[in-house]
Each structure stands twice: as C-alpha cells, then as structure tokens.
C-alpha cells in the first residue's frame, strides 16, 4: 500500500494485528500483521480507488459505500443508515421493542374506550371524544 491516511492506519494496525512504524528498517516479524486479503477497487466515472482489506486477525469492521446521484441524495442516505444502525444497535442492547404505526396510540384509544363503559355519567363523552382523537 503506498499511502493510508492517519487515522486509518492506527485502525489498520489494530484490525491486523500489526505495530505502526515509522522507517521499513524498523520491520521485523512480530510487528507486522495479518490480513488475508488486500486489494484496491476502482470505481466510480472518476475511478476513484478504496482498499479493501479481508480476513484480517482482530477485525470486526464493516465498510459501507454509500454513493448517489447528487450530495443531497448521499446525505440523505447516510442519516438513513445511521438511524438504522442505532435501530441495530438498541435492540442488541435492549432486545425491546415498542411498535410503531400509531399502534401505541391505538393501543390507548382501546383502554380508553374499555374505561369509558365504566363511566355512567355525561363525563362518559368527554373520556370517549379524548379516546376517538387518538384513534
């Protein structure tokens, strides 16, 4: 690989397993990694380039290359992924889940309802109309 940026590299180091150093006289077999694959892609009309690294010793790193037609589009993607993500991310923590679709609502609109049967005077109404604008 002729260049990784900064940041990278420390992932990279710690994904194969390897040691940053800062001259190639420096090398010697314990400080270098593992990967089982690496190679650059081309793509794009630009051809830009992205190295991919496979099988690598302490790696659990996913990439994921979101691209569109415009900047909006992309922006709007990565959000939408992010939100995903933390979807993920929350029931791995916390495998609970509350439904969505208006359902809590619909939920409260039958309790509501079951409470106002119970209810023998005018205020039944009012306990009924609250119950029909969550419905």
């Known amino acids: ?3 990784v940026a900064g940041g990278d590299v420390e ?3 710690m994904a ?10 420096e090398i010697t077999p314990e400080k270098l990694g593992r990967a089982g694959l690496i190679r650059e892609l081309s793509f794009g009309t630009a051809q ?4 991919v690294i496979k099988d690598c ?3 659990k790193v996913v990439t994921i290359l979101v691209r569109g037609s415009s900047h909006m589009i992309v ?3 990565k959000r939408s992924l992010h939100d995903a993500l933390c979807v993920v991310r929350n029931l791995v923590k916390d495998p609970k889940i509350v439904y969505g679709g208006g359902s809590a609502e619909l939920s409260c609109h039958l309790a509501i309802q079951a409470y106002a049967d119970k209810i023998s005077s005018v205020d039944q109404y009012a306990v009924r109309a609250f119950a029909d604008a969550l419905e």
């Open 11 to 13: 992932l990279l180091a």
């Open 75 to 77: 922006e709007e993607a």
């Open 57 to 59: 010793a302490n790696s």
């Open 16 to 25: 194969t397993g390897g040691r940053i150093i800062p001259r190639f006289k």
């Open 48 to 51: 830009e380039k992205m190295l």
């Open 1 to 3: 690989m002729r260049w």
